[in-house]
């Protein structure tokens, strides 16, 4: 089974530049998870998607970041303009359907990452 | 107050010792307690779940939760060099939290041989 896939792995920008990031989650699976990794830090929910809707953004800097899962499947997260405290590594996460399966069953599976650093 | 607390270590120990590893959290609202381990540059990948108090034993790896106090731990027995990761103590509400996991800062494991 493939797992969850992101692009790009690095990516370098100056601040007030905009970046994209793309996640292909584990086929089949309905909730999508997008978490910011600060250097040093744990993950942070930034947003969560069932399907194509959303779940939960509170944590999402609404004023610079967006998120889209259109069509239920793959997922883009978008920062613009980026500030320099934006720079960490951002993980892409699925589980089957947390609604259906309930929190203890429906285990989350990472990507491996986008390292972004924000000159 | 953070709501989950986790000393960052870094902690080094010689192939073969016990590991402890330990997280203490704030809201009792917590219900179902998960710890992590990750690679360097790798996403984290669940290791253990717990959702009660007590021991959880999955060969090697042992979860222990302590509700009333708020304390989880992971310890490790026969500690072996593939260990070396940091580890992520996650603790999720459930109910109507769905899948929202906090996730503690991370200890740095490192055994060497």
């Known amino acids: 089974e493939a797992g969850v896939a992101q692009s790009p792995r690095y990516k370098i920008i100056e601040k007030r530049q905009s970046v994209a990031f793309w996640c292909n989650p584990i086929s089949g699976h309905a909730t999508l998870y997008w978490y910011q990794q600060i250097l040093g830090q744990g993950p942070k929910l930034l947003i969560q998607?069932?399907?194509?809707?959303?779940?939960?953004d509170s944590q999402l800097p609404k004023d610079r970041f967006s998120a889209e899962r259109l069509k239920g499947v793959d997922s883009t997260l978008k920062i613009q303009p980026a500030k320099l405290e934006d720079s960490a590594v951002y993980l892409c996460a699925s589980s089957l359907d947390v609604r259906r399966a309930g929190a203890l069953t429906d285990t989350q599976y990472f990507g491996p990452g986008t390292r972004l650093t924000v000159l | 107050q953070k709501e989950v607390e986790q000393d960052p270590g870094p902690l080094s120990v010689p192939e073969g010792a016990i590991v402890s590893l330990n997280c203490t959290y704030s809201?009792?609202?917590?219900?179902?307690f998960m710890w992590y381990r990750q690679y360097s540059r790798k996403g984290p990948e669940l290791l253990m779940y717990t959702y009660s108090s007590g021991n959880k034993e999955d060969g090697r790896f042992t979860a222990q939760v302590d509700k009333s106090s708020k304390y989880i731990s992971l310890f490790i027995r026969d500690s072996q060099p593939s260990d070396s990761a940091t580890y992520l103590c996650?603790?999720?509400?459930?109910?109507?939290?769905?899948?929202?996991?906090?996730f503690g800062q991370g200890t740095i494991l490192t055994v060497h041989p």
């Open positions: 996650a603790i999720n509400a459930g109910g109507t939290s769905y899948g929202k996991l906090t």
């Open positions: 809201n009792s609202a917590f219900q179902y």
């Open positions: 998607f069932q399907n194509n809707g959303v779940v939960d």
